[in-house]
């Protein structure tokens, strides 16, 4: 669930990080207008409009799924497939989650659940 969210503010899932510290790894976010993008570093790869299937009150929970098969990257939002693209920047790497504060510096995410599924 997001709370505080303002205009522009951002959160999600990154794939593939090289590192803590570096920012380099595939970041598929969630936008508090209902938009997802699947960024590479810092560089959009596409984004889709997900205003149809994003809960946008304060405390609503959305379910994101982030899935890296091979150079297929895809999110899924509240069982809804929204975007795919192929990059072949990065093939393994940590996992873990974000927040990009835009319009405001008071976003948070909350995060009931969290699984990584390995398929090979």
């Known amino acids: 669930s997001i709370t505080t969210c303002a205009r522009g503010d951002r959160t999600g899932i990154l794939m593939r990080a090289k590192d803590y ?26 984004t889709a409009d997900a205003r149809s299937v994003f809960h946008n009150n304060s405390g609503d929970v959305n379910t994101m799924t982030a899935i890296t098969q091979g150079n297929s990257l ?36 909350d995060i009931s659940s969290f699984n990584e599924y390995y398929h090979e």
Do not use: P
């Open 21 to 46: 510290n570096s920012g380099q790894g595939y970041y598929f976010s969630l936008s508090c207008e209902g938009t997802v993008s699947i960024l590479r570093d810092s560089v959009v790869l596409d």
């Open 74 to 109: 895809s999110i899924r939002l509240n069982g809804e497939d929204l975007l795919t693209v192929q990059d072949d920047a990065y093939s393994e790497g940590y996992a873990g989650f974000f927040t990009a504060a835009q319009g405001q510096n008071t976003l948070t995410m």
